[in-house]
């Protein structure tokens, strides 16, 4: 079946730490990876797709299709990113995705 | 362009009531979903539209309806409010590349 995992209810770091959310997915073929973040009362938005291999707001992804992860990253955390994070897969173009229960990231200062 | 747009923004209710929550989007996608979002459950997918005119199931679809009314609006109706119904729901729509957009949400409260 598949599925997104995300260990981790709340992770809570100081601001300059680095971030790691964890997202590990099950999926027989070869998904589409993405996270979304929803910042507090906002509506989600897409943070990163795997397929781009991007940095955005200094946070990157890497696809390990040998450990079915997708964790998220970010060398040093700004009190701006205190948010909700999702990880989320999808078999092709133009279908739903299948997320994970979430992630709040807490950083303080 | 406005993007994905959602009615009513709050709605309480009480068991047993109906209501429908409007969706619109300006991007001329194909695809269009509803999402309810709980507390320590991610987001859930209650229904969804690849195209105007069809409509499929999702993972939690009891207790719901939807019309895709035409290729801008989505609507979702309950018919009989429940408690276990309280949720943040999302509308969201995607075209070819899988980028998803969100709407803004509807909060519901069913007491």
């Known amino acids: 079946a598949q599925r997104v995992t995300q260990p981790e209810k709340l992770l809570s770091v100081f601001k300059g730490a680095p971030v790691e959310l964890k997202c590990n997915y099950s999926?027989?073929?070869?998904?589409?990876l993405f996270w979304y973040v929803q910042y507090s009362r906002q509506r989600l938005q897409l943070l990163l797709r795997h397929i781009s291999r991007e940095s955005i707001k200094g946070f990157t992804a890497d696809l390990n299709k040998g450990e079915t992860s997708f964790h998220l990253k970010k060398p040093f955390a700004q009190e701006e990113d205190s948010a909700m994070y999702y990880c989320?897969?999808?078999?092709?173009?133009?279908?739903?995705?299948?997320f994970g229960k979430g992630t709040t990231l807490s950083v303080s200062s | 362009n406005a993007g994905v747009t959602q009615t009513p923004k709050f709605q309480v209710l009480k068991t047993g009531q109906s209501m429908t929550l409007q969706c619109a989007q300006d991007m001329n996608h194909n695809s269009m979903y509803w999402y309810r979002q709980d507390p320590g459950m991610g987001l859930r997918l209650i229904y969804y539209?690849?195209?105007?005119?069809?409509?499929d199931k999702g993972e939690v679809p009891n207790g719901y309806n939807v019309s895709r009314l035409n290729k801008r609006e989505f609507s979702l109706r309950l018919e009989s409010a429940a408690p276990s119904q309280t949720s943040v729901y999302f509308c969201?729509?995607?075209?070819?590349?899988?980028?998803?957009?969100f709407g803004p949400g509807t909060r519901l409260t069913v007491l």
């Open positions: 999926y027989s073929g070869s998904p589409e």
């Open positions: 989320a897969l999808t078999a092709r173009a133009g279908t739903a995705l299948i």
């Open positions: 969201a729509s995607n075209g070819l590349v899988n980028e998803q957009f």
């Open positions: 539209s690849a195209s105007e005119g069809t409509t």
